[in-house]
Each structure stands twice: as C-alpha cells, then as structure tokens.
C-alpha cells in the first residue's frame, strides 16, 4: 500500500527519495510525491500513476530545482478520494507552508475537518491526510514548535497513522510519528532517513531505529531524538537489518516474481537450516515457546491469516491434524474479527502473514491475545508489528518478497508448518519413527526436486502459451492439495486477471459441473501413492465428459495420463503428504508465464498491494 520516506542530508535529495520510493513500489500505489526542502523555500511535486511519471516530472522541473538538503516521498493506495493529482501525498496546510506525508486512515477526519474548516482552513483533497497538514499547522501556529504541534495533534487523530512533517520556517529537519503503521529511522553518517519500510533506506544504510506506537522522531542531519507522546526521551535500540541491497535486484530475471520462484529451492533449505539436521534427531523448533507439556496437553489450534498465508494455513491444518491428532481451525482475518469466536486461554492461536502487517490479521491477533491464548507468528518479517505481538515467532527466512505476487514465502510458510507438525508429532509421539524418518528426508530431498522443476519449463511455457486466451479455469483437487489448488487458481488471477477458481475435485459434480464445456479448461493435481489419486482422476473423467480441456500437474509416469488429458505437466516423485511444497511451483510459473505473454504488469498487478494495511 502506501509508502513514505524522508531525508535530511547533504546527498542528492531528489534522488535518494526517488530510490526509496523505487524500493517501496512493489507494496502498490495509484499516484507518487514528493516535497523538498530547497533554498528556504518548500517545493512540491507529485504525478499520478507509476513513479517514471514522476521521474519524468522532475526532469522538467530540474532547472527550478536548486539545492534541496532534506524531503519526504511517497506513493499513494487510495481510499479516501480517487487516485488524482489532487489528492497524492505530500499535503500542505492553507499557507502551503507545512507538508505531511501519510500512510494510514484517519478515522476521526471529518470531525477534525469540520472544526479545522470552521477556523477557516482551506481543504482542496478529499483525503484524511490533508486534515492532518491543517491539524499540524494550527498548533504550530499556537506552540511555534514543530515537533510540539505534531505532539499536540496525534493525540487528537484516531485511526492509524505514520506521519513525516516539514516546515518552512525549520528547515532540514523532519517529525515523524507513528501509531498501527510501521516506521522507522535510517541512521546515517550526516545524514538520517526516516521511512515507512526497511527497502526504502537499505540502499543508504543498515542502521536502524524502529518506531513502536505513540512514539515522535525528530531527525536533522546531525540527530536522531525519539520521544514518547509525553515527551519525554525514549532510548532506542540501534538495530542492524538482515538483509542486502542485491535483495532489491532482480539479478537478470525479467521480473521480480520469476527470480524469487527459482529462489524457492534456497528458501527452504534456508527455512529447513539449523531445525532439521538429520533424520534421526527431533527438529529444533525452540522458537515455540510453550513448554513440552503444554504442548502436550494443546488441543485446540486456530490459524487466522488473509489471502496466500489463508492458504498455507489450510495445508498447515492438514498437517497438523494428521502428524499430531490436535484439532485446527482455519479462518480468514477478516471474518475471524467480526464474530464471537471461541478462542480462550487454551487455544495456540497461529497467525500466518508474508508481511507481517496486514490490518486484519494483526486486529484478529490484538483479540486473541485479549483472551489470554499464546500468539505464534509465522512470519518473513521477524521486524514487522506482527511479529512484535507474538508469544511465539517463527521467522520464515525467506529474504525480502518484491514481487506483490507470494511465491517464496508461501513456500517458506509450509516448510514452517511442516517443522511445526512433526515437531508437534514428536512431542505428542503421535507418528510412527520410521514414517517419521521418511518425511524427515523427504523433506531434506525438496530443495533438489524443485531445482528439478525450474530447470525445465518448457512444458510449463507451452501449456501457458495455449491457454493464455482462455477466460476462465478451473483447479480442482483434493486432500492436501486442496489449498495448491486455491493457491495455483488465486496466482492466475491475481496476475493475468483470468478468472480461476479453486475447488475440491468431489465438488465439482455438486455445481460447477453446470460450468464445463470447451471454454473452461480444468487443471487437476493428481499426486499418485495416496489417497486421492484415484479420485481425482475420475472427477477429471467426468470434466472431460463435459468437453472440458484438461491439465494435469502429476507426478504419475502412468502414459493413460497422456491419453486423457491435453497437457500433462510432471513433477519428480514425491509422497502427497509433501506434495504441496512442490506442487504449487509449476502453478506459480504458469500464473507467471499467462500474464507475461498477455504482456501484464507481473510485478505490480494493478489494484493490489504487497501490504494491506488497511481492514
Ligand atoms: C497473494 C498475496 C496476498 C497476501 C495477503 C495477506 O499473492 O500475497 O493474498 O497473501 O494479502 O498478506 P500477508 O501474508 O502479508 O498477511
């Protein structure tokens, strides 16, 4: 969704904003700014769609530009007003003096906006940030102090809010204040930043401080001061990200979704690292902190997560149900927080999030821990507000997701939660040792089958060059592919904008049947050795009986497969309980290679974001 970053420094200004909102692109926007500090005077600029229009705007407007020494960025999501001109980040007050930059929904705008309105402010957006520039600016007016009247007026704001502020009348230093969005400050060597995520500043520095709730930095080029909403001075821990600037390349990969598919293989081995060695020890998961015999007494699980992490949820129900006999719940965020649900103080409630900052997830975790339940997070942002609300943290590892589309981190998510499983397995002894073994050094064996599958995508590449024109799929499966199949069908929408549905192979015939004919292909996932093959296979006899085109994604070497469908895409052995680690890869690169021969945009598909910050 949105994103900020701001700096004060002697480095070109222009360009160290226009890198961090580069590096932010991925999170999705509808309209980009900027506001710069520059010979005493506050200048403004900001374009409407990608940020090259911006870039080109400030090509244009490079003689007016002097010298600028500090700024604040930013890349609007829409939701209060249209994405327009008018209503893109930065904000200023009447006097044009004061600039805000916002990310967030201000709940209380339009009372604040009435009453600002009625001191004879003068709003030109639709948006709520624009009633914070005002809100700013009269207490700046009353304190003549800029970090004082930001103080005075986040305690008015309700809602959620990451806040820089400029003034003309202080030059090269910037206010930033946080509550329920994320920001924090990029400590430099004469200079400092001051960003909404760690991609924006990691080209510049590693250094961080991470704002928590209520907090205000003031930072110049020479400081960095963080009070609480008080005032008074907090001591903030410097911090050191993990990760490199390379992580923001796409390393000669045309786009940032297909490079981070081939990362899969190092994913997991990276996910699997120091947890499960050798096949014979127990897998080393102490990142959960409920004793042995609280484990042991669990018999209630809910995992609460939105979109692709709502998927690996669903494989990790399975799992878990079926390793360790515990019962699972899986619920999406967003229906989870509306409803009285039974969570209580003996329930482990897992949240799953790629970002660890989605709204609804992190509402639905703020309650469950209202109700006394250990919170364990699954998460690829051990620094995320998430993750900072768990009792529990199991950092994914899967290395910074540009691409808005999830493909490593949701493989890394069911590596999670088959370490989780078996480890819950090993604590209840509820598998066999061999059995146990066995998936032990199955799993040891993922990394090298996945290598298998990216190394050959012709198949892949054909069957998306032939159904690249077809409107609507079906994906159908059963057992623990279930959720590939939602994941595989949600991935082809998401990108190529092809309506996909995933949907239990059984149910096909109590509905969706109606549908088939030979302008619905249907792609079965048929994992032989287990316990659904056989049925898959017939349900997809059933589409064929319709005239429908038929997928099959299969690790059967059966040639009858050949006969009955139109395209077989074949992936190594591997046992179905593990299937879906391997599974869902070719399903991402054929999502991928429909939307690029449709020529869409894969990294940034348009309405959504890599962030949802929002409920
Ligand atoms: C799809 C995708 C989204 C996210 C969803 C939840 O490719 O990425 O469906 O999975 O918005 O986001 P996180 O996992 O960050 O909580």
Known sequence: MCGIVGYVGNGDVVSVLFRGLTNLEYRGYDSAGMALQDQGEIKIYKTLGKLINLKNELEQKKPEIKHPTSGIGHIRWATHGSPSLVNAHPHTCSCGRLVVVHNGIIENYKELR?????KGCNFRSQTDTETIAHLVADEYAKAKDLEMAVRNSVKKLQGAYAICVMHKDVPDLIVGARK?????????????????????????????????????????????KVTDIEGNIVTKKIEMLPWEP?????????????????EQPDVIRNVLNGKLYDIDAPIALNEVKLDRDGLKKLNKIQIIACGTSLH????????????????????????????????????????????????????????????NSHVLIITNRPDSNMARLADSLIPVNAGIEVSVAATKSYTAQ??????????????????????????????????????????????????ARKFSSYK??????RGVNLATAYEGALKLKEISYINATGYAAGELKHG?????????????????????????????????????????????????????????????????????????????????????????????PRNLAKSVTVE
């Not at 390379?246 to 081939?262: D, N, P, Q, W």
């Not at 515990?326 to 949240?351: F, M, N, P, Q």
């Not at 609507?472 to 499966?477: D, E, S, T, V």
Request: some cysteine; proline content about 3%.
């Open 114 to 118: 009435a009453e600002l309105i009625s």
């Open 180 to 224: 329920h969005a994320p920001m924090l400050v990029g400590v430099g060597d004469g200079e400092n930043f001051i960003a909404s995520d760690t991609p924006a500043i990691i080209e510049y520095t590693k250094r961080t401080i991470y704002l928590e709730d209520n907090e205000i930095a003031v930072i110049t080029k020479d400081s960095v």
């Open 472 to 477: 609507n799929f079906i994906y159908i499966a």
């Open 312 to 371: 690996a949820a669903l494989v990790g129900k399975y799992l878990i149900e079926d390793f360790a006999g515990i019962s699972v719940d899986v619920e999406a965020s967003s229906e989870y927080i509306y409803r009285k649900t039974t969570t209580d103080s003996s329930t482990l409630v897992i949240g799953v999030s790629q970002s660890g900052e989605t709204a609804d997830t992190i509402t639905a975790i703020k309650q469950a821990r209202a109700k």
């Open 246 to 262: 390379v992580a923001l390349s796409k390393l000669g990969y045309k786009h940032f979704m297909l490079k981070e598919i081939h």
């Open 414 to 463: 069911l590596i999670s939660f088959y370490l989780l499983a078996i480890h819950l397995a090993e604590i209840k002894g509820s598998l066999d040792n061999s059995y146990l073994k066995n998936i032990k050094h199955e799993l040891i064996q993922l990394p090298t089958k996945i290598e298998e599958v990216l190394s050959n995508t012709s198949e892949i590449q054909e069957c």
């Open 512 to 604: 969706p049947i109606a549908m088939l004919d030979e302008t619905m292909p249907v792609l079965s996932i048929l994992i032989p050795g287990g316990i659904t093959y056989e049925k898959v296979l017939s349900n997809s006899e059933e589409a064929k009986a319709r005239n429908a085109k038929l997928i099959a994604l299969t690790s059967s070497t059966d040639i009858n497969i050949d006969a009955l469908f139109d395209i077989v895409l074949r992936i190594p052995q591997v046992s179905e309980i593990l299937s879906p680690a391997i599974t869902c890869v070719p399903l991402q690169l054929l999502a991928y290679y429909i939307a690029e021969f449709l020529g869409k945009d894969v990294d940034q």
